[in-house]
Each structure stands twice: as C-alpha cells, then as structure tokens.
C-alpha cells in the first residue's frame, strides 16, 4: 500500500464537474454558431491546471512500486478523463482558431469583436489579416487597373471581399430556461419554455445565447 505521504487521486469534486460540463456547453455552443462567441479563458485556466494536477499525481503513483491493483485501476480512469479534457480543449480551440482566420478582416475592423478573443487571438487575427491582404495584393490585386485593387469593394449581387458571420443561419437552440419573446422574421413571436427545442435564424436568439438562456445543439 501506498505510504500516507503518496498522492491520492480522487473524482473530480463538483465544481470542477461543473467547470467540465460549462466547457462542453461553450463547446458546442462555437461548433453551432456561425458567430465567434465570447472566449473562456478563466474557465480553460482552470481545466487546464486540474488536468497538470491529475497529471502529475499519476506519474507519481505510476513511478510508485508500492501502489495497489486499486491505484492502478484508478490510474487507468483517470487517465481516460485527462484524455477526454484535453481532446475538448483542443476542439474547442481549434473551432475558435477556424473562425478566427475566417473572419480575421472583419474581426479586426470591428472594435466590438476584440471582447470576444483574448489578446493572443486577436493578435492571431490582425496579424493573419494581415498576411491575407499582402497575399492578395502580390498575386491579384496588383495586377488589376487601380480602380479594381480594392479589397472593400462592395459589389451588388457579388459576395463581400470581407467574410462575415452569417447571423440568418438556421439554428437549433435549447432553452435552459423559460425565455422571454423573440421576433422571428416573419414578424410573429416565439417564447421558449424551460427544455424546448427551436430551429431559428441565429441572429433571433443571439442574445439569449449571450445571457446564457439557451444553448446550440
């Protein structure tokens, strides 16, 4: 058996079950929604440390000689959770680095947008706007008469030079909550009750989204 000194691992404590399952609703709430949402840093900051924490405490029982066939079945379990945090962490930052490079000129060129990314994506975002435009200026715009090299161009009937989020996208939104009416576009309202499930134009519930009041599915 392990001396009393060793490291014990235990289940996750109901907070930090709480902080897991608030990651996978923002998960899924970025995969759904055709907008980038506002980051979660201070909740990522802390999945992460539990995770080093874990971590840590399995290789000191791993590297233990004394550990019982318990310890090393709760290794195992362990192990499995570490790998599931982490496999959503990486989705969940891929989805926003998708988005990032996807509307990189628009985020940058709108100051409202910068509260949403921490300051390394933003970072991201200007500067690979950046790259895109010298890109395009070096091997199109250049090449065309002056009047036609501009990137804020904006032709009737023609897609934007600066890729936005599409807010009349179709969602499907759970309501977490009894929800107060939203406008659909026909002009009709529509109130959700606590577990209702709704296919809507993104914009319609945007803000409920914001508030917490639903989430994507």
């Not at 970025?30 to 840590?56: C, F, M, N, Y």
């Amino acid at each position: 058996m392990p001396d009393a000194g060793a490291p014990h691992i235990l289940p996750q404590d109901a907070a930090e079950e709480t902080s897991y399952q608030q990651l996978m609703k923002h998960w899924m709430n970025e995969r759904h929604a055709p907008d980038i949402l506002p980051g979660q840093e201070v909740l990522l900051g802390k999945l992460l440390d539990h995770v080093r924490k874990q971590s840590d405490d399995v290789q000191l029982l791993r590297a233990d000689p004394d550990s019982s066939e318990e310890e090393h079945f709760r290794i195992m379990l362990v192990q499995t959770e570490i790998e599931r945090v982490k496999f959503v962490v990486r989705s969940y930052i891929r989805t926003r680095l998708h988005k990032i490079e996807k509307f990189a000129r628009f985020i940058a060129a709108t100051p409202e947008m910068h509260e949403r990314l921490s300051k390394a994506e933003l970072e991201h975002a200007k500067r690979y706007a950046r790259l895109v435009e010298y890109h395009f200026n070096q091997t199109v715009l250049q090449s065309l008469p002056e009047e036609q090299r501009s990137l804020e161009d904006n032709v009737p009937f023609m897609p934007s030079m600066i890729p936005q989020p599409d807010k009349l996208r179709p969602v499907f939104v759970h309501a977490r909550q009894a929800c107060a009416p939203v406008r659909l576009p026909d002009g009709s309202a529509l109130t959700m009750q606590k577990g209702q499930i709704s296919l809507t134009p993104y914009y319609v519930i945007e803000q409920l989204l914001l508030r917490n009041e639903v989430e994507l599915v």
